[in-house]
């Protein structure tokens, strides 16, 4: 008698500890789920907050105002809306381009590649088209850092300018001879948003039109930062 009642205590005992283990695992199993959860609801919260602030640049439009934009040495250039200017002198090359942030975020300027591969080979409209539309951007290292931040706000219209000053420079050459010439021209531009985040290379193409008019299209966007803009 004695006996049989301690094996029955001693396999009830077995059974509350196995019954303990399995709550616990069920609690684990209910907490992961929980925190899987709530991460999930977490990213998707910061993915809706970083769209809510993230700007896109695209040419502005045709019949925006024309705007008067100075460089440094006291040198203006007016650019119309939709358009692009470029002048060329012996020692320095001038270039502005009309924008328009249609993002939500405030847009800030920050760097610029007038070519994203080193090629400087003059090349035909097809071949550019066909390069600007394969070759992704440099590294943020190797584009022009801005002399100033150009800010533009969500919306609002602005613009973008950038000169070459060093005729030693092969790239002075080519972009001067690309100007007095009148061919195309590809210009990566880097910005970020108002927290330096997002940061975003949007890839524009200045295309010669008329006699003195450039014309400025956007064809692809890269983000440097998280998900693609694509």
Known sequence: ????TVTASINWETVASAATA???LVLALATFSVVRSGRRSAVATETALMAGIRPLLLPSRLDDPDQKV???DEHWVHVGGGR???EATTDTV???MSLRNVGNGLA????WDLTPYDVFAPVSAQELNRRA????PRRPDQFRRLTRDLYIPPGELGFWQGALRDPSEELFKFASDAVVERRPLTLDLLYSDLRGGQRTVTRFTLRPVGEDQWLATAGRHFALDGPGLR
């Not at 008698?1 to 049989?4: V, Y």
């Not at 800030?108 to 760097?111: A, G, H, K, T, Y």
């Open 1 to 4: 008698m004695t006996a049989w």
């Open 22 to 24: 399995f709550g616990t």
């Open 84 to 86: 692009a200017a470029g």
């Open 94 to 96: 001038y270039l502005v």
């Open 133 to 136: 539309g394969q070759q992704r």
């Open 70 to 72: 100075g460089f440094v």
């Open 108 to 111: 800030i300027l920050d760097r």
